[in-house]
């Protein structure tokens, strides 16, 4: 019988690589994006610019004063949205501060540059590891299943310590699954189609694909909205990996072994 | 504890998001790279697709003014203040029958009314009722030459500091079925903040390709030596010639 505390060999290169390049290439996007947004900082669910449909509008009503309104009701944002660091050593009527956005002063022509670039980079990246993770036949450990639903209150509740032992499961277990399953394969791909959906060239070669979305401001609305889950899902996963061994985790991410204890 | 310090992590890694790429932003090689992406975009959308065209209801009777709202160029002033009369739009360079079109000619020749969605690099978008005569028909009236692979428009308008303001589209962009030179928007010639009066319109880029206020169109066999060299005012402050996505 094989020594339970042997390390194991958990990833392969292809998928540490890939991890690392993601988690480069959406700092970059994020930023980048933030940049973009900046040049007209509102999000309204129509296809059209319309400020009686705006969701989100950060603004700056008055010198010194920054504002975000959402849905309607306005809170002031003062240092962190509306009225912000411009990068150049004084504040100024910038939606999101300038040390968030890529680059660090307002360019919006550079700001595209980046994201364009990095998009290419996070999607071939993922096409690349879908590819070989499918041919190694490791996907279906990853995959969230039918049988896996009844599995997730009680993972959750030996999260919770309401339960003594995880429910039984295979190399993943049923909430890593559901939240690898939604972000690799619900969030990222929407994120990134949205993101092709708002723009005009995209728009007149695919034309259902705007209007799919409900147009192109509300394409943009949708890019947004998926950034902010994907920014959730990083805090999760982050918090996930500092609370259960943040060495050993880090260590088979960068060398591929892992230590089961 | 642990919980601060993680959040206090993760702010400090995105706020050092700016820092960081700024001096790369700045590196002319690393621009390069990043500019690497355009013409792979460029490749695969290509210009075939035809954008979206929309109903007299869905039209925005305000159309937000896109760039400059007024030109600066001297000519312009005295032009407008004739209405236009004086006005002759100059097609030449590679053509075999380089000529000069009144509004008049212009007005006469088959027009084209297209209903169709500006997008704006900063985000916004509206639409606009736009008519005019469709930029293939005029370049068919003064047969481009063989050689003749780019449009340029030249702009009456310059950004202060003596950079005229030009465009240019390949001459498939410019064949395009709705690449168009709008004299009206909404039923009404078009005003002075709207490109008056003759402007292009290229709904199947971003709003920056649409140039206003020209007085000429030559063809050329390349951008390269015209002003910075990347075919447009906007594309020589870095911003992408081609502007589909």
């Known amino acids: 019988m094989k020594d339970a505390r042997q390390a194991i060999y958990r990833y392969a290169l292809l998928t540490r690589a890939s991890h690392w390049l993601w988690v480069l290439a959406f700092f970059v996007l994020v930023g980048s994006g933030l940049q973009i947004f900046n040049a007209s900082p509102n999000l309204d669910a129509s296809d059209k610019s319309d400020p009686s449909r705006r969701v989100l509008a950060i603004g700056s009503p008055a010198e010194g004063v920054g504002t975000a309104t959402l849905f309607g009701r306005t809170f002031e944002t003062t240092g962190w949205l509306g009225w912000t660091d411009d990068g150049m050593g004084s504040r100024g009527a910038h939606a999101f501060p300038s040390p968030v956005t890529i680059p660090g002063y307002q360019d919006l022509a550079g700001g595209r540059r980046w994201h364009l670039f990095f998009a290419w980079i996070a999607g071939l990246c993922w096409f690349a590891w879908l590819v070989s993770t499918a041919i190694k036949g490791n996907l279906r450990e990853m995959i969230l299943r039918p049988d896996d639903l009844p599995k997730l209150w009680p993972m959750q509740a030996y999260y919770l310590k309401l339960r003594a032992t995880p429910p039984p499961h295979g190399t993943y277990n049923p909430l890593q699954k559901a939240a690898y399953t939604t972000v690799l394969f619900v969030i990222a791909p929407l994120v990134v189609v949205t993101g092709l959906a708002l723009s005009p060239g995209i728009d007149a070669i695919a034309n259902p694909l705007t209007a799919v979305f409900g147009g192109r401001q509300f394409a943009r609305l949708w890019h947004f909205a998926g950034m902010l889950l994907l920014l959730g899902f990083f805090a999760i996963h982050t918090f996930q990996v500092l609370t259960q061994g943040v060495i050993n985790q880090m260590r088979s991410m960068i060398t591929g072994w892992y230590q089961p204890e | ?245």
């Not at chain 2, 690497?36 to 979206?52: D, M, V, Y």
């Open chain 2, 1 to 245: 504890m642990r919980r601060r310090l993680f959040i206090a992590s993760t702010v400090s890694a995105l706020a050092a998001c700016g820092p960081i790429t700024s001096p790369l932003n700045d590196n002319a090689g690393f621009r390069r790279v990043l500019a690497s992406a355009e013409g792979l975009n460029h490749l695969l959308i290509g210009t075939h697709g035809l954008a979206r065209e929309y109903h007299e209801r869905d039209v925005d009777r305000e159309f937000r003014v896109n760039g400059f709202a007024t030109p600066s160029d001297v000519r312009y002033a005295e032009l407008a203040a004739g209405k236009f009369a004086a006005y002759r739009l100059v097609v030449d360079g590679a053509v075999e029958r380089p000529r000069t079109f009144t509004l008049a000619e212009l007005a006469q020749m088959p027009q084209q009314t297209q209903i169709t969605r500006h997008d704006c690099v900063e985000g916004w978008s509206a639409i606009g009722k736009w008519s005019g005569v469709r930029l293939g028909d005029l370049l068919a009236a003064v047969a481009p030459r063989s050689d003749a692979r780019y449009a340029v428009f030249r702009c009456m308008d310059n950004d202060g500091a003596g950079n005229l303001y030009y465009e240019s589209l390949d001459m498939h962009q410019a064949r395009h079925p709705q690449a168009l030179l709008a004299t009206r928007l909404n039923d009404v010639p078009l005003d002075l903040s709207h490109g008056a009066p003759v402007r292009l319109r290229v709904p199947t880029q971003l709003g920056y390709k649409s140039a206003k206020w020209i007085a000429r169109i030559e063809l050329a066999g390349g951008v390269a030596t015209i002003a910075g060299g990347r075919g447009g005012y906007w594309e020589d402050q870095g911003y992408e010639w081609y502007a589909g996505i």
